[in-house]
């Protein structure tokens, strides 16, 4: 059987190291084979959104194979050094009777942001593969904030974004001091200044010069494997000079993390031929990498290590 010759044989590889992963299936280090008949065949296969982004987890895909399908091969194309496989469930009354099938992506930080195909391939009892169903699916960069550039040049990107990431599953905090003063911590999210009563004036948010918190990653040892966090701004940000600081929260149980920070910004190229609308591109710059070691968590009590200064505009 199919699935038994890939757990068993030689050529087995778990697949650790693929930056696309299928949590129930088994990993065989090959090109997906696709057939030239028509059968056995998947019918559908989709997640319930075209949207991932990188080191998003737990994305269910569920699909629809003919009735003498006995195994399903998936692939992310031009990103998978092998091919997943997980078994054809059962018979759909509903459907003819054809078979069921289900699987658990995780998209790790390393699968490049853009758009991309699942390639999915029935494999028949005699690991006979019929064609190739393709899935289209939006992966957007971590650092995103779902905006959608990385699928559709002509959307213009956030103007700014200032983002913190690590490497270990702790509670680190992205603090910045604004020009105005203000602190910005996940208690704190974004660069407006209360008014007298502590209020946060809702026009003031909606400021494209307003820079927001993009989440508390990790927060309070709650893990959610992304250990990211971005302050965004959607247009140009209020110039003056930025205080950036690294605060470890909480260790989550680690002795130490190593964390970079990183700045990205919209640059505008070439008209679409189509539309006319111009296309729009992010540029990186790498602004500073550090450790912060498990005996400086202070449960949010200092503003945390000081990284650097961004001064903005930081072009002319």
Request: charged share 20%; proline share 7%; hydrophobic share 40%.
């Amino acid at each position: 059987m199919l699935l038994l010759l890939l757990a068993c044989g030689g050529g087995f590889v778990s697949g650790a190291s693929e930056a696309f992963r299928i949590r129930e299936g088994v990993f065989e280090d090959d090109e997906l084979p696709i057939g030239d008949g028509e059968s056995p065949t998947i019918l559908y296969a989709a997640s319930a959104g075209f949207v991932v982004s990188q080191g998003q987890g737990s994305i269910r895909y569920s699909g629809l194979a003919s009735k003498d399908a006995y195994s399903i091969g998936i692939a992310f194309e031009d990103v998978s050094d092998g091919y997943w496989v997980v078994p054809a469930g059962s018979p759909d009354v509903t459907q003819d009777s054809n078979l069921l099938f289900s699987a658990t992506a995780d998209f790790t930080d390393e699968v490049p942001y853009g758009l991309g195909t699942l390639v999915f391939v029935a494999f028949d009892g005699d690991g006979k593969p019929g064609p190739a169903y393709r899935s289209s699916l939006c992966v957007l960069p971590d650092y995103a904030d779902q905006n959608f550039l990385a699928c559709d040049p002509t959307i213009p990107p956030q103007d700014t974004i200032l983002s913190l990431s690590w490497d270990t599953d702790v509670d680190l905090d992205l603090v910045v001091v604004a020009p105005n003063g203000k602190v910005v911590s996940p208690k704190a999210p974004t660069t407006v200044l209360p008014d007298e009563k502590g209020e946060i004036d809702g026009a003031a948010i909606d400021d494209p010069a307003t820079g927001i918190l993009s989440r508390d990653s990790n927060g309070n040892c709650d893990i959610d494997g992304l250990r990211l966090e971005s302050l965004v701004f959607a247009g140009e940000p209020a110039p003056g000079d930025y205080d950036v600081y690294a605060d470890l929260f909480g260790a989550c149980g680690n002795s130490s993390v190593r964390f970079e920070l990183a700045l990205f910004e919209a640059v505008e190229g070439p008209k679409d031929p189509e539309s006319g609308d111009p296309t729009w591109t992010t540029a990186r710059t790498d602004l500073a990498q550090g450790i912060v070691l498990s005996t400086q968590a202070d449960g949010g009590a200092s503003l945390g290590a000081y990284v650097t200064t961004v001064t903005f505009p930081t072009k002319d």
